[in-house]
């Protein structure tokens, strides 16, 4: 929501929400002019099933669960009950005013069920990190950095920048965003790290901002 907020003010236009699969050939939903705060299934063209990752048992309107896909408007590439690992919580059409039968998703697609991080016992989705992060206009870019403390404990840092003109909110900036994504996160503790302007690797489209660097396992 924070990004979609500065795209419309930055082209004074509306922003909605959609998103495609390589997998499918193009786009499964969209967002209406209404608004809604979700995302149109276009049902025409697809079967989407959202299942409970867990059991895979079907998970009702306003359960969160797994994008499960039935494709037919691509002849060439059917695909048929393709797992995504795409976090969705499906609504009722008439969740939105703009008349269309087709239900929708609430908050488009929310994450990856194999985003989710564990740190100290806490999940972390680097999404809602994110959400939180895009609330301050003075960052400019970040990186989540989740690191292994003397082999024993497992540490999240946030490494960003401060955009040109904007150093002297540094300060209050790094404590505030401490306690909100504290708040956030059944009170874990963020580590907030300023690093140089231009520093950071810069992005466009699907973003990869999460850094984990703790060993892997091996037996
Ligand atoms: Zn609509």
Redesign the pocket.
């Known amino acids: 929501p924070a990004v979609k907020h500065q795209l419309e003010e930055a082209w004074g236009a509306k922003c909605g929400d959609t998103a495609g699969m390589t997998e499918i050939g193009t786009i499964m939903i969209f ?4 608004q ?1 705060g979700g995302t ?1 299934i276009i049902e025409d063209h697809f079967i989407e099933e959202v299942l409970n990752p867990v059991n895979d048992e079907p998970a009702g309107y306003e359960e969160l669960g797994e994008r499960v896909v039935t494709s037919f408007g691509r002849g060439f590439i059917p695909l048929i009950r393709y797992r995504t690992k795409d976090m969705v919580m499906k609504v009722p ?1 008439s969740t ?5 039968t ?1 239900d ?1 998703y609430s908050g488009g697609i929310r994450g990856r069920w194999d985003d989710m991080k564990l740190i100290r016992g806490t999940n972390v989705y680097p999404r809602a990190v994110e959400a939180i992060i895009r609330e301050y206009a003075a960052i400019d870019e970040f990186q989540i950095y989740i690191w292994r403390k003397e082999e024993v404990q497992d540490e999240i840092t946030i490494k960003l920048e401060i955009q040109p003109g904007h150093e002297a909110e540094w300060v209050v900036l790094q404590q505030k965003l401490a306690k909100d994504l504290a708040n956030a996160h059944e009170g874990l503790r963020f580590n907030i790290e300023r690093v140089e302007y231009g520093v950071l690797p810069h992005f466009e489209l699907k973003a990869k901002r999460l850094v984990d660097v703790r060993p892997v396992v091996q037996y």
């Not at 939105?96 to 269309?100: A, Q």
């Open positions: 967002e209406c002019s209404h809604p149109h059409a939105c005013s703009c008349g269309r087709w929708l």
